[in-house]
T-cell receptor
Framework: DVKVTQSSRYLVKRTGEKVFLECVQDMDHENMFWYRQDPGLGLRLIYF???????EKGDIPEGYSVSREKKERFSLILESASTNQTSMYLCASSYSVTSGDTGELFFGEGSRLTVL | RKEVEQDPGPFNVPEGATVAFNCTYS??????FFWYRQDCRKEPKLLMSVYSSGNEDGRFTAQLNRASQYISLLIRDSKLSDSATYLC?????????FGQGTELSVKP
């Protein structure tokens, strides 16, 4: 059974704080993704990674960075949290089907971040 | 124009009804398409992949229209347990882009 685990379900941070969101998957997936989900806006891709030490910007990377030092772990970093980063953050992983394609995404349960 | 657009709903239907959702996409180079289901306060999970020939899984039918750049999901004989948000997505160069989701509420 595929398991994607996000370290924190709920976080409350202050403006300007550095925030780390951790994600671990146990299925040896090549691809990992970070999305944020907001009412009326759906899931928006922040960053993704095809392999260790590799990262690609998604549609809304501003204000975020990522780290993938090990295949199973993909971290999302908010260098200086702002109130507009209050959101639900979802991590996902998948196999590579073919070059440029991805298989089914398996999501973690989400991390709800509130920035005051 | 958003890359993937869905009618957010909510769609309120009685049990047993047939309901259809459409999802339009703007990138004609999109390679593959999906429908995900998300229950309240839960993570999204894959419902169906969408193939060019269309595919069916029980009460659910998904179709792709490349010429008009939309995908559709048809749910027949709706059940109370079908109440959820349905997200369409397409694969573009290895990243999966989603619409904003369509909320379905099936009432007794």
């Amino acid at each position: 059974d595929v398991k994607v685990t996000q370290s924190s379900r709920y976080l409350v941070k202050r403006t300007g704080e550095k925030v780390f969101l951790e994600c671990v998957q146990d299925m040896d997936h090549e691809n990992m993704f970070w999305y944020r989900q907001d009412p009326g806006l759906g899931l928006r891709l922040i960053y993704f990674s095809y392999d260790v030490k590799m990262k690609e910007k998604g549609d809304i990377p501003e204000g975020y960075s990522v780290s993938r030092e090990k295949k199973e772990r993909f971290s999302l970093i908010l260098e200086s949290a702002s109130t507009n980063q209050t959101s639900m953050y979802l991590c996902a992983s998948s196999y590579s089907v073919t070059s440029g394609d991805t298989g089914e995404l398996f999501f973690g349960e989400g991390s709800r971040l509130t920035v005051l | 124009r958003k890359e993937v657009e869905q009618d957010p709903g909510p769609f309120n239907v009685p049990e047993g009804a047939t309901v259809a959702f459409n999802c339009t996409y703007s990138n004609s180079a999109s390679q593959s398409f999906f429908w995900y289901r998300q229950d309240c306060r839960k993570e999204p999970k894959l419902l169906m992949s969408v193939y060019s020939s269309g595919n069916e899984d029980g009460r659910f039918t998904a179709q792709l229209n490349r010429a008009s750049q939309y995908i559709s999901l048809l749910i027949r004989d709706s059940k109370l347990s079908d109440s959820a948000t349905y997200l369409c997505g397409h694969n573009q160069g290895g990243k999966l882009i989603f619409g904003q989701g369509t909320e379905l509420s099936v009432k007794p």
